[in-house]
């Protein structure tokens, strides 16, 4: 079920009954449960699980299988997302079960689990109306930074700079705070925190404000590298912030062609490129 068109009507369809909810309160019928506990039972047992883990808020992000280990299996390659692509029909129709039942926290993991499948598929708008129609319903609902985040980045893609430069900093100085989203450690607050850090130095290399831009990028990847296990995806991170080193060094080497300094500068561009291909060679192999 990848049609953009059938998922955005399901997700106005959750959308519409939550409000209805918030409009006039009832009380929940047998038959609703019934109904949310039979499309629960329906999903794959890994998807189950994920849900589970989703609601005791175990990580902030959900994590890929490949993300924290340097040597990867054969029983690593499958993405989570094709998973949920697979059972996505039965995901959102388990998600409007669940709100229909009255269990806003499994229909707030859903949303979780679901977000970064739809996020691809250019349908995180309806999504996100709904993870903001249950919070006004049920405002104790925890809501993963993953979905605070998501919000960010939809606004930087659409143009809208200060809000989400608004929701980041909001999230930075308040140690990563959503409510009442309760995290498992220390290290996963630095982690949400290094990612709108990351976020932020993209919105200022879209302003073409490079410098700002590198230093924010380098202070994420000191948070990155701080943490317990090593991310993978850091390396995305570092391929970016090395090319903005190389973007300074060139624009340098350009103003100071004449200059003793452009043989030196020359092979520190060289050098970082190297390094790129080093790193990406021995991460994804």
């Given at each position: 079920m990848n049609n953009q068109k059938a998922i955005a009507t399901l997700l106005q369809e959750c959308k519409q009954v939550l409000d209805q909810l918030l409009l006039e309160a009832s009380d929940v019928s047998q038959e609703d449960k019934g109904e949310d506990q039979q499309y629960r039972a329906s999903l794959p047992s890994e998807l189950r699980t994920l849900i589970q883990e989703a609601k005791e808020m175990k990580w902030p992000f959900v994590p890929e299988k490949w993300q924290y280990k340097q040597a990867v299996g054969p029983e690593d390659k499958t993405n989570l997302q094709d998973v949920i692509g697979a059972g996505l029909q039965q995901l959102l129709a388990?998600?409007?079960a669940s709100i229909l039942a009255g269990d806003c926290a499994t229909a707030a993991a859903i949303v979780f689990l679901s977000d970064r499948f739809l996020y691809g598929l250019d349908v995180s708008g309806g999504l996100l109306r709904v993870a903001q129609a249950l919070h006004r319903l049920r405002p104790?609902?925890?809501?993963?930074?993953?979905l605070v985040i998501r919000q960010a980045r939809i606004c930087v893609n659409s143009g809208k700079l200060l809000k989400a430069e608004y929701i980041l900093s909001s999230l930075i100085s308040n140690n990563g705070a959503t409510g009442t989203w309760l995290y498992r450690n220390e290290s996963d607050k630095v982690l949400v925190q290094s990612v709108c850090i990351q976020i932020r130095?993209?919105?200022l290399q879209k302003l073409g404000m490079w410098y700002e831009a590198a230093e924010l990028?380098?202070?994420?990847i000191i948070g990155y590298l701080t943490l317990p296990q090593p991310d993978r995806k850091v390396i995305y991170l570092v391929f970016c912030f090395v090319f903005l080193l190389s973007y300074i060094c060139l624009w340098m080497i350009i103003s100071l062609k004449h200059n003793s300094l452009y043989h030196l500068l020359i092979l520190l561009v060289l050098f970082f490129f190297v390094l790129v291909l080093f790193l990406i060679d021995s991460s994804w192999a």
């Amino acid at each position: 079920m990848n049609n953009q068109k059938a998922i955005a009507t399901l997700l106005q369809e959750c959308k519409q009954v939550l409000d209805q909810l918030l409009l006039e309160a009832s009380d929940v019928s047998q038959e609703d449960k019934g109904e949310d506990q039979q499309y629960r039972a329906s999903l794959p047992s890994e998807l189950r699980t994920l849900i589970q883990e989703a609601k005791e808020m175990k990580w902030p992000f959900v994590p890929e299988k490949w993300q924290y280990k340097q040597a990867v299996g054969p029983e690593d390659k499958t993405n989570l997302q094709d998973v949920i692509g697979a059972g996505l029909q039965q995901l959102l129709a388990s998600l409007k079960a669940s709100i229909l039942a009255g269990d806003c926290a499994t229909a707030a993991a859903i949303v979780f689990l679901s977000d970064r499948f739809l996020y691809g598929l250019d349908v995180s708008g309806g999504l996100l109306r709904v993870a903001q129609a249950l919070h006004r319903l049920r405002p104790a609902t925890p809501m993963a930074p993953q979905l605070v985040i998501r919000q960010a980045r939809i606004c930087v893609n659409s143009g809208k700079l200060l809000k989400a430069e608004y929701i980041l900093s909001s999230l930075i100085s308040n140690n990563g705070a959503t409510g009442t989203w309760l995290y498992r450690n220390e290290s996963d607050k630095v982690l949400v925190q290094s990612v709108c850090i990351q976020i932020r130095g993209q919105i200022l290399q879209k302003l073409g404000m490079w410098y700002e831009a590198a230093e924010l990028i380098w202070t994420s990847i000191i948070g990155y590298l701080t943490l317990p296990q090593p991310d993978r995806k850091v390396i995305y991170l570092v391929f970016c912030f090395v090319f903005l080193l190389s973007y300074i060094c060139l624009w340098m080497i350009i103003s100071l062609k004449h200059n003793s300094l452009y043989h030196l500068l020359i092979l520190l561009v060289l050098f970082f490129f190297v390094l790129v291909l080093f790193l990406i060679d021995s991460s994804w192999a």
